[in-house]
């Protein structure tokens, strides 16, 4: 088995975000400066078109974080003190390493580091449901229509896990794009005080287009998975300066969401007031110059545009269906 599979690290933002169940604005803490030989072609992001929106992008995902030593300390010393993550089972860790791909580096570091994180953060904040479905959130598509497994493996994959695991990890790509896309969340956002109504949800599979429908509970705990598995892309810093960011835009309506109508699991704290504005700790590159002449509304269309197309190009239905309880559900067309 490879050291790839076999192994994954935690940075220190991780360790603390699994410690502490939290995100933060850790500005005073860390520097932030462009990754020396970044190359976004090697990772997940690497089949984004346009210069534009790659070298924003770019800006985004390639850089490095530099800690204080009294932040390294601390972090360090809170993550000791929690208990340690169980080891991913061998059956799915062979399946993996034997009949999938995962060799692709993700946003920061390689694919196992990022799943790494998100076991061990369900492990330890989202103990009322299983930490496989966010091991294997990847194996049926990414954002950026890369396709760890291949489709004839699935019938493989349900024998090596549980029928509800299976269920939220077939789920889980297309419950991603709609939360990047956004439409979805303003339509909960518009009904946040009858959320309550909501019967089931339509969709369709990334992988293959096929059609499946989540039950509401089924959908809360889908939305609680990618809650978690968001806060591994949000900025380090400077929340107020990275407002323009998509994914960070969609965790604070998400967030917004599930804690204000009761329908949050998972231990994920968020407080954005404690965000800063000054970007002083980052070096300037010049994806970070467009991004600060850009408005933010035409930033955050363009990653809502990028989703839309990376479906459109693999045939891939981004529409849904809510049951609101009142008869037959409206088709988002997306």
């Known amino acids: ?56 992008v770019k800006s985004k995902i ?65 103990k009322k449901h299983s930490a496989v479905p966010l091991l294997l959130h ?6 950026t229509n890369f396709f760890p497994m291949p489709v004839d493996k699935i019938p493989k994959l349900k024998e090596l896990c549980s029928a509800e695991d299976f269920k939220h990890i077939e789920a ?30 339509t969709m369709h599979r990334v992988i293959d287009n096929g059609e499946f429908v989540l ?17 591994d892309f949000l900025p380090a810093s400077s929340w107020y300066a990275q407002l323009d960011d998509g994914m960070f835009d969609a965790f604070i309506k998400l967030h917004k969401i599930l804690s204000t109508s009761g329908k949050q699991i ?5 407080d954005m007031t404690s965000g800063e504005k000054s970007t002083d700790n980052y070096s300037i590159t010049l994806g970070g110059f ?7 509304s035409v930033s955050l269309k363009l990653s809502k545009k990028a989703i839309a197309k990376f479906s459109k190009k693999i045939n891939h ?7 609101w309880g009142e008869g037959e559900g409206e088709t988002n067309k997306i």
């Open 1 to 56: 088995m490879s050291a790839i599979l076999e192994k994954g690290k935690l940075d220190v933002r991780r360790k603390h975000q699994i410690a502490e169940h939290k995100a933060q604005d850790y500005y005073g803490e860390v520097i932030v400066v462009p990754a020396s030989n970044f190359d976004l072609n090697s990772t997940i992001f690497g089949s984004l078109e346009g210069a534009l929106p790659r070298t924003v």
């Open 62 to 126: 390639g850089v490095e974080l530099f800690w204080s030593d009294k932040a390294i300390q601390r972090i360090n010393t809170q993550f000791d003190s929690i208990p340690v993550a169980p080891d991913f089972p061998a059956p799915l860790i062979n399946f993996m390493q034997n009949d999938c791909d995962f060799a692709m580096e993700h946003a920061d570091g390689s694919f196992m580091d990022h799943l790494k994180f998100c076991f061990e953060y369900c492990h330890a904040n989202f």
């Open 138 to 143: 990847s194996i049926m598509g990414v954002g």
């Open 172 to 201: 889980f790509p297309s419950v991603l794009r709609l939360v990047i896309h956004q439409d979805l969340l303003l339509e909960l956002l518009d009904k946040i005080d009858s959320l309550d109504s909501l019967k089931s949800i």
């Open 215 to 231: 039950q509401a509970e089924d959908l809360w705990i889908a939305l609680n998975y990618q809650l978690c598995h968001m806060l």
């Open 266 to 270: 998972a231990k994920v704290d968020f």
């Open 290 to 296: 467009f991004r600060s002449i850009l408005p933010t």
């Open 317 to 323: 239905d981004i529409s849904y269906t809510i049951d």
